[in-house]
């Protein structure tokens, strides 16, 4: 038996360039279920919020590093979905790619 090929994600809109309005009014996954809040998605940064929870920390109550990294991984999955070539992974123009975190 085969399974059907995946289902293509809607093109996002935006007036202003920025996405994070509707990536917020979409969120699913591991997104809603962490609460990850999207603050800016542009084709040049993206960045959220989440407020860190007992469901985000390890038994010795700091977060969880599963909790970085997947903030991590949904940051830089939303980056090609907000810039020009939607779904495109963009790549080989030599800048670097910065991660930023604090915690509050």
């Known amino acids: 038996m085969t399974k ?4 293509q994600p809607k093109p996002l809109e935006s007036a202003d360039g920025d996405f994070a309005a509707a990536l917020n009014a ?8 962490m609460g990850l809040r999207f603050l800016r998605a542009t084709g040049e940064e993206v960045a959220a919020e989440l ?8 038994p010795y109550g700091i977060v969880h590093g599963g909790v970085h990294s997947g903030i991590i991984e949904s940051l830089f999955n939303r980056c090609g979905a907000c810039g020009p070539a939607q779904g495109a992974v963009r790549g080989g ?4 790619h910065v991660i930023s975190a604090r915690h509050a």
């Open 4 to 7: 059907p090929p995946a289902q």
């Open 93 to 96: 123009t030599g800048e670097p």
């Open 51 to 58: 407020e860190i929870g007992s469901a985000h920390r390890q």
């Open 26 to 33: 979409s969120l699913d996954g591991w997104n809603a279920a």
